[in-house]
């Protein structure tokens, strides 16, 4: 049975923009599917409306056999556990400890009192740590947040992530703000988690050359619809311009040379 199933997913942003026009595709569980796409496809809206950050317009989601797409209250805060988020700015409190960000991942999970409290389980603590140091953090794991490298918060906001134990990772843009060597390293995170933990990964990619490095599957978008969706090896350069339009050129240019190498 597909983890994620997505059936005519429109979304619209008041009258002027349709950001997702009927998008339909499903996802089974272990896969590692690159989201392509140039800005303003809608790439970053799919992610928001699968983890029901932002309502749909039309169409429905599914996750793990049940629809989602009407959820609100407590079963809405259920399936957001179930479901981590990378994001590229990485969404952690600054002026919190590396373990504190982490514990976060575990709010889900508790009533409201709990959360404002800060009560956590000293299993919940030990689970944290043995992330952190699964992560490679372990050392880092007292610091305030602020005082990390952009690979290093990116590797809390992916602690925080699995600490919530979710089916899936939705990934936005992750290594937008990265530079190359702590891209790879967080690439190579998220491969490993999907490998080793069986954890399905949807990540949204800007850099198609990184996509077509990393993930077994590619989903590309353009004007809010799917316009590809296949194996990375099948992607031609003709398919490479429907779904980047005018800025395929230089992409196409970049891949040959990748190709090349
Ligand atoms: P991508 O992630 O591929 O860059 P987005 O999903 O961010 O694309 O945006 C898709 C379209 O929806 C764009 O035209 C964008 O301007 C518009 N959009 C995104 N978020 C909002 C919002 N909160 N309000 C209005 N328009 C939005």
Redesign the pocket.
């Known amino acids: 049975m597909a983890l994620l199933e997505v059936e005519s997913v429109s979304k619209r942003?008041?009258t002027e923009?349709l950001?997702l026009d009927s998008i339909t595709f499903s996802v089974q569980p272990g896969e590692f599917v690159g989201i392509i796409?140039p800005?303003?496809?809608?790439?970053?809206?799919l992610l928001r409306c699968i983890n029901r950050l932002i309502d749909l317009s039309g169409g429905d989601i599914r996750f793990d056999g049940v629809s989602v797409t009407n959820l609100r209250g407590a079963a809405l805060r259920r399936h957001r556990t179930r479901i981590g988020m990378i994001f590229q700015h990485y969404n952690l409190v600054n002026r919190l400890s590396v373990i504190e960000n982490v514990l976060h991942g575990r709010l889900g999970y508790k009533n409201t009192l709990q959360g404002v409290l800060g009560l956590y389980s000293e299993e919940e603590k030990r689970e944290a740590v043995r992330i952190l140091d699964s992560v490679g953090l372990s050392e880092h794991m007292y610091k305030r947040c602020d005082q990390l490298s952009g690979g290093q918060k990116q590797r809390v906001g992916i602690a925080r992530a699995l600490v919530q134990q979710p089916k899936m990772l939705l990934c936005d843009e992750p290594i937008a703000s990265l530079d190359p060597s702590s891209a790879k390293v967080i690439m190579d995170t998220l491969r490993d988690i999907n490998q080793t933990m069986g954890i399905t990964v949807l990540v949204?990619l800007h850099q198609v050359d990184v996509a077509l490095h990393y993930a077994e599957r590619i989903i590309g978008i353009n004007r809010g619809r799917v316009v590809y969706d296949g194996p990375p090896d099948a992607l031609s350069n003709s398919q490479v311009y429907q779904i980047y339009g005018s800025e395929a050129g230089e992409l196409i240019l970049d891949l040959r040379e990748r190709h090349a190498a």
């Open positions: 942003y008041g923009t950001a796409g800005s303003g496809a809608g790439k970053s809206t949204n």
